[in-house]
């Protein structure tokens, strides 16, 4: 009695409002389940729950009605988590010159929806009340399948990298080098083929190609990928195989792609040069076959602000106006910039230092 009792009032909270940001959050870490990490999720999550709790109190103060609050804050929710989608459709239409996806049009137009959406909760919305059980529970059910597809996802990784971790551990007996030249596996992402570049673009690519050549580099004419993304390309070529041969849980149909990041972490690349008493040291890339925690030396620069993930939020969503209108200066993305913060890192952490000649790329 006391139980039913309990779910008799908890249905009557309106929670949807925080329901529908929490699926929002959700929803893109499970789509984006392969790329990030599901930890990304709680910072971004806590801050606009805070908020939306700090504005549903103000809108109470406004109605001293918690379900006419509850209904407004859920359209404010609604407005600003569509923002960002309905602005990158527009933005691809042009009609007579006139591009509709522009901030002077749109923020107007959501400022007064968003008004709009007030009023009719606060003024105009019959028995609000009765909105609440209906609403929580389409909230709830929203939650159901991001929640089971990060979930899932983690415990297949959790599963592969067990498996992986426990191969890699069998190495083979540290062998006497004396000298064992460094190796610098660089991966230039999407960098296309000198004569793709010349048919498709126009762009001779020979200079630089010759440049190094003259340094002692090989250039492979005419190679291919052996496949068309990243994650499965590097995959396969830290492996020294195909991926059908590596396991038999990446079949064409699989929905999964979990023991990619097993099978590129702990690679038998990077298994046979550890055998061979060579320290891995990793760059953190924002990507996770190839950024290795877990390597001897591990360099990744200070947190700069945002994560990639809460980037990819905020450009869906309405805070996409703020960020577009203050755009970060082009020398905090620089090059030379992150590169000064690998260098800091390696020494304040590890404690080796490299020489001044050597600081400048």
Same mark, same amino acid.
């Given at each position: 009695?006391?139980?039913?009792?309990?779910?008799?009032?908890?249905?009557?909270?309106?929670?949807?409002?925080?329901?529908?940001?929490?699926?929002?959050?959700? +929803?893109?870490?499970? %789509?984006?389940?392969?790329?990030?990490?599901?930890?990304?999720?709680?910072?971004?999550?806590?801050?606009?729950?805070?908020? +939306?709790?700090?504005?549903?109190?103000?809108?109470?103060?406004?109605?001293?009605?918690?379900?006419? @609050?509850?209904?407004?804050?859920?359209?404010?929710?609604?407005?600003?988590?569509?923002?960002?989608?309905?602005?990158?459709?527009?933005?691809?239409?042009?009609?007579?010159?006139?591009? #509709?996806?522009?901030?002077?049009?749109?923020?107007? #137009?959501?400022? @007064?929806?968003?008004?709009?959406?007030?009023?009719?909760?606060?003024?105009?919305?019959?028995?609000?009340?009765?909105?609440?059980?209906?609403?929580?529970?389409?909230? %709830?059910?929203?939650?159901?399948?991001?929640?089971?597809?990060?979930?899932?996802?983690?415990?297949?990784?959790?599963? @592969?990298?067990?498996?992986?971790?426990?191969?890699?551990?069998?190495?083979?007996?540290?062998?006497?080098?004396?000298?064992?030249?460094?190796?610098?596996?660089?991966?230039?992402?999407?960098?296309?083929?000198?004569?793709?570049?010349?048919?498709?673009?126009?762009?001779?690519?020979?200079?630089?190609?010759?440049?190094?050549?003259?340094?002692?580099?090989?250039?492979?004419?005419?190679?291919?990928?052996?496949?068309?993304?990243?994650?499965?390309?590097?995959?396969?070529?830290?492996?020294?195989?195909?991926?059908?041969?590596?396991?038999?849980?990446?079949?064409?149909?699989?929905?999964?792609?979990?023991?990619?990041?097993?099978?590129?972490?702990?690679?038998?690349?990077?298994?046979? #040069?550890?055998?061979?008493?060579?320290?891995?040291?990793?760059?953190?890339?924002?990507?996770?076959?190839?950024?290795?925690?877990?390597?001897?030396?591990?360099?990744?620069?200070?947190?700069?602000?945002?994560?990639?993930?809460?980037?990819?939020?905020?450009?869906?969503?309405?805070?996409?106006?703020?960020?577009?209108?203050?755009?970060?200066?082009?020398?905090?993305?620089? @090059?030379?910039?992150?590169?000064?913060?690998?260098?800091?890192?390696?020494?304040?952490?590890?404690?080796?230092?490299?020489?001044?000649?050597?600081?400048?790329?």
């Amino acid at each position: 009695m006391v139980k039913s009792t309990l779910f008799q009032n908890i249905k009557w909270v309106p929670l949807y409002p925080f329901f529908l940001i929490a699926y929002t959050v959700l +929803a893109l870490v499970g %789509i984006n389940i392969n790329e990030v990490e599901p930890n990304v999720l709680w910072r971004p999550l806590l801050l606009l729950l805070l908020g +939306a709790l700090v504005l549903l109190v103000i809108l109470w103060f406004m109605s001293k009605d918690w379900h006419r @609050a509850a209904v407004a804050l859920a359209i404010l929710v609604f407005l600003f988590f569509i923002y960002g989608h309905v602005y990158f459709y527009l933005k691809k239409i042009e009609i007579a010159g006139f591009i #509709l996806g522009r901030h002077r049009q749109m923020v107007p #137009l959501w400022f @007064a929806m968003g008004l709009l959406g007030i009023w009719w909760a606060m003024r105009k919305l019959q028995n609000p009340q009765s909105f609440t059980p209906i609403l929580n529970l389409i909230s %709830i059910f929203l939650l159901v399948y991001p929640s089971v597809q990060i979930i899932s996802y983690v415990i297949k990784r959790e599963q @592969a990298e067990k498996a992986a971790l426990e191969a890699a551990q069998a190495k083979g007996t540290t062998l006497p080098l004396g000298y064992a030249p460094d190796i610098y596996y660089i991966i230039l992402d999407a960098y296309g083929r000198q004569d793709v570049l010349q048919e498709m673009f126009g762009f001779d690519n020979t200079p630089f190609l010759k440049s190094l050549e003259s340094r002692g580099f090989y250039v492979a004419e005419c190679s291919q990928s052996n496949y068309g993304q990243t994650m499965l390309s590097l995959t396969s070529s830290l492996n020294f195989d195909y991926l059908d041969s590596l396991t038999s849980s990446l079949t064409p149909d699989a929905d999964t792609r979990a023991p990619l990041r097993a099978l590129g972490q702990y690679n038998n690349l990077r298994k046979f #040069l550890a055998s061979q008493g060579y320290n891995i040291v990793s760059f953190a890339t924002n990507f996770p076959v190839s950024e290795w925690k877990n390597a001897n030396y591990y360099l990744s620069p200070p947190p700069q602000g945002m994560s990639n993930f809460e980037i990819m939020l905020a450009q869906t969503s309405a805070w996409r106006v703020p960020m577009d209108i203050t755009n970060e200066p082009p020398e905090k993305r620089s @090059a030379e910039f992150f590169f000064s913060q690998y260098v800091s890192k390696l020494y304040y952490t590890y404690g080796i230092e490299y020489p001044a000649a050597d600081r400048k790329l």
